[in-house]
């Protein structure tokens, strides 16, 4: 997909406004993108790549050309909202290491680009943008085809390909600004989202639940790690060796996560859905295929039903192999759709 095309794709998107109601309310899924990620720009050989994201939208485009989704333009990330996880000296680290033309960010394995900070508040944005139109009834399903992922990056520390732990400002933002007491984000990539884990580890406002697969990077997500105080059991983490797929990680999302919302009850769900998890990523050894991420997407909405009004967000992290990325991430929104 060229350039174009994505900013044709999200321009006729823009005019769904000018549509009846009826045929908005028939595309009950809302997927949110902004051509401005694209402007985070890795070197030419790095997986990261806007290719991701122009395979993604493609793919939403057939979707949205059948009528089974539509596709909404996002507001930015303000300052506020990133400051619901991030630290101000962060943030004025980020800004500053972009506008000083560093190549890599100074905390961690993060390719830069000049467009990287505009990217990286497109990708918090989407989330922002998508738990408001989930939390006032303007959709019950919403995805975030967003990069740079987030799920790498704590409060100070961007890594990982990380800069802004877009998930994590969605989740705070939900509290802050719809009240909502009880979040649980599911983590289906490959690597642990210590990021996550580590923003939410007191927090107690959010199940925090990770599959991924061990040993692999970052090397954090081990069993023992549990969170502490009033986000004591609220971290769930199940690493799996390489080579696990279906039998492992569904079984872990039945037998652990189901009855853990159970008890926990979420007023909101989101996925932090990486899909370097699927068999034949060139950055993992799991071996997820896209029927299995169907599954998984059912489990998941299958528990937003039970609790939370159905409401579910779910957030692109990984995925590295583009064809995989497009067929996973079709599987993935067939099910968000039924
Ligand atoms: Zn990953």
């Known amino acids: 997909m060229t350039r174009r095309d994505f900013l044709e794709t999200a321009t006729a998107v823009l005019s769904l406004g000018g549509l009846s109601s009826a045929s908005v309310a028939a595309a009950n899924v809302q997927v949110f993108s902004d051509p401005a990620m694209l ?81 990286a508040a497109a990708a918090a944005g989407a989330v922002v943008s998508a738990v408001d139109a989930v939390m006032t009834g303007g959709t019950r399903t919403a995805f975030c085809a967003v990069r740079p992922p987030g799920h790498h990056a704590s409060q100070a520390r961007g890594m990982g390909f990380c800069i802004f732990n877009n998930i994590a400002v969605g989740a705070r933002y939900a509290r802050k600004k719809h009240g909502v007491e009880r979040v649980l984000i599911a983590d289906w990539d490959v690597h642990h989202g210590n990021g996550t884990q580590d923003v939410f580890w007191s927090d107690g406002s959010v199940l925090f639940f990770d599959i991924h697969q061990h040993p692999w990077y970052p090397g954090t997500g081990s069993p023992d790690e549990k969170g502490e105080g009033k986000g004591r059991g609220l971290i769930v983490n199940n690493p799996f060796p390489a080579g696990s797929g279906r039998t492992q990680i569904l079984g872990a999302f039945r037998n652990v996560l189901v009855p853990a919302a159970e008890r926990f009850k979420p007023q909101l769900v989101m996925i932090s859905a990486g899909f370097d998890s699927r068999a034949g990523d060139p950055l993992g050894r799991l071996t997820l295929t ?43 929104l067939s099910r968000l759709i039924a």
């Open 39 to 119: 402007r985070h720009e890795p070197p030419d050989d790095h997986p990261e790549s806007p290719k991701r994201l122009e395979t993604v939208m493609q793919t939403v485009r057939r979707f949205e050309t059948a009528g089974k989704v539509s596709v909404a333009a996002p507001r930015p990330a303000t300052d506020d909202d990133l400051l619901l996880v991030h630290s101000p000296e962060y943030l004025k680290k980020v800004r500053a290491e972009i506008a000083g033309g560093r190549r890599t960010l100074s905390t961690g394995d993060t390719e830069l680009s000049a467009g990287s900070f505009t990217a």
């Open 290 to 332: 896209d029927r299995d991420f169907a599954e998984l997407t059912d489990l998941v909405v299958g528990i937003a039903r039970a609790h939370a009004g159905g409401r579910v967000v779910s957030v692109l992290e990984g995925g590295y192999a583009l064809d995989g990325l497009s067929g996973a991430v079709a599987s993935h």
